[in-house]
């Protein structure tokens, strides 16, 4: 027996092996054939533009990014640098100080605009008047704001020959990452005028591969998520109150908040190639008699996908955090999780910890339906010389065969549906479990944390490439498909029915999933590897808790008190 088994797990890794190997020959992307938007395809489209005037400049035309062309003010804070062009008041870059782009001691920020061009103008059209598509406002103060203990404001204005002064004042905080916005048309002539203010912000989205960066354009629109994983091939409207909207990668968000109730229109449209996209967001016509002023004020908010942060500036922005059907389950498991990491101060273990903690919980359902397993293999153990002959009586007459099964399972006690019954417990456990998993998947908590040999939590582990096969070698995959496979050949299969080919390939169930869950995030691997592992462990108490026992758990009990009354 002991000779077959090892047999089993010398042929499961070597399976392994191959499929994943294969898949990384056969189908993995090559690399150098994706360009990206900083190489010779982007210096083509700006060289293809001539250099317009700020008066004409179309911001179609801009579909990667450029110099700015005003001057630039740079804001710094504890959680952020930002770089803000004169020119359209637009955002250059907005570097995040307290996330790096990779887990290398030298890598730069986390710049929320990379790869994008300069985004959020506000493109204002008044009737009778000559507006610049791209505003060249001016900038009284310092070129450098720092920003360490209180609230500063950037003052940016314009006025035109006819004496219309436009305001687009930034109110930064040291303390977060919101930036308040107001924007003030004045009226300084002699009769009313009539506004129409859009904002227009420039994104990526792009798919990657399910388990990577991706780049989404998510809104909130009437209270309902509304999300595009690809660039529209036509323009795409959203009619209603718009709470928010914004590119958002797995782990960072900016997003525009509109401080206005009243239903409103929002565009999206594919530019330039590169997954490029436009959003126009587009206020509701706004009357400014003379001597007056009109002000419409909104929120930028650049900083990284965080429950707890996102919650706290309302407006729904915490939905857009995609936790899945268990979003309910998975924000309280993600809460718990950060309580039990502010006392292990390392996510590996804050994660064995949760397993753990979540196991014993579900103890009792879960040696439940274990025993109930085991009572029903003991009762299948019993009768399967009957069931045998049964078999073997009626081969030729299937109708008639499973009818006497059906008779000898009924005279011995056993419902073809008890084994159901026995999953039940198991069923309800599933969603924390789902929940968990989420919170694993998408938790920024997870990022560049790392865990013995494994430098980052949230990516696969990367611990060397095999010679002459290139796939990486990977560790915890192996060690959730061998758990899984251990688990596996010691669960009891009760279920009454099931023939030997459908047994089969349940046993190839861990070599695939080891195949699948080859490039999820280390996290994840390390939650199932243990608790594939803490199920060993369980049934290896049930197996030895009925052992040599016939009728189960009842007949467990009764023994124990047998043994008791002899004493």
Known sequence: ?????????????????????????????????????????????????????????????????????????????????????????????????????TTSKDSPPVNLFKDSPPSYNSSLRLQGFQIPNLIPYDHDGDGDIVIDQKEQELRLFWKSTEGIELLNIFTFNPKTYLVEQRFEVINNTDSQITDNLSIEWFGRIEQEGRYKTNHDFRAMVSDKIENLDNPPKEALGFNGIINWFGFSSKYFLSAFLPEIGDETKLTVNSVGGNHLAKVTYTYPSSVVPSNNTSIRKSKLYLG??????????????????????????????????????????????????????????????????????????????????????????????KAKQNSELMKLYSSHGINPLSSLSGCLPLLIQLPVFIALYDVLLYSIDLRHSSFLWVNDLSEPENLFNIPFVGAPFRILPLAMGASWYISQKMTPTTTVGVDNMQLKMMQFMPLIFTVMFWGLPSGLILYWTVSNILSIVQQLYVNRRFKGTKGGVANADSSRKGRKDSI
């Open 1 to 101: 027996m002991f000779e077959r088994n090892y047999l089993n797990y010398i042929i499961f890794f070597i399976l392994s092996f191959l499929i994943i190997f294969g898949y990384a020959t056969l189908f993995a992307p090559k690399p150098g054939k994706k360009k990206s938007i900083d190489q010779k395809e982007q210096t083509n489209v700006v060289d293809a533009v001539p250099t317009p005037s700020i008066q004409d400049i179309a911001i179609e035309e801009y579909v990667t990014p450029i110099v700015p062309l005003g001057k630039v003010i740079t804001v710094r804070s504890p959680l952020f640098t930002g770089k803000i062009d004169t020119v359209g008041g637009r955002i250059i870059e907005w570097n995040l100080e307290n996330y790096r782009e």
């Open 304 to 397: 990284p996908v965080e429950y707890e942060v996102l919650n706290t500036i309302g407006s729904g922005l915490q939905e857009a955090i995609n936790y899945g059907w268990f979003g309910v389950l998975a924000r309280p498991v993600g809460l718990f999780l950060k309580y039990i990491n502010d006392y292990m101060h390392n996510y590996g273990i804050s994660i064995i910890v949760i397993t753990v903690i979540i196991r014993l919980l579900f103890l009792p359902l879960t040696i439940k339906s274990m025993g109930s397993m085991k009572e029903m293999q003991n009762k299948m153990q019993e009768i399967k010389p009957k069931i045998d002959a049964l078999k073997e009586k009626f081969k030729d007459d």
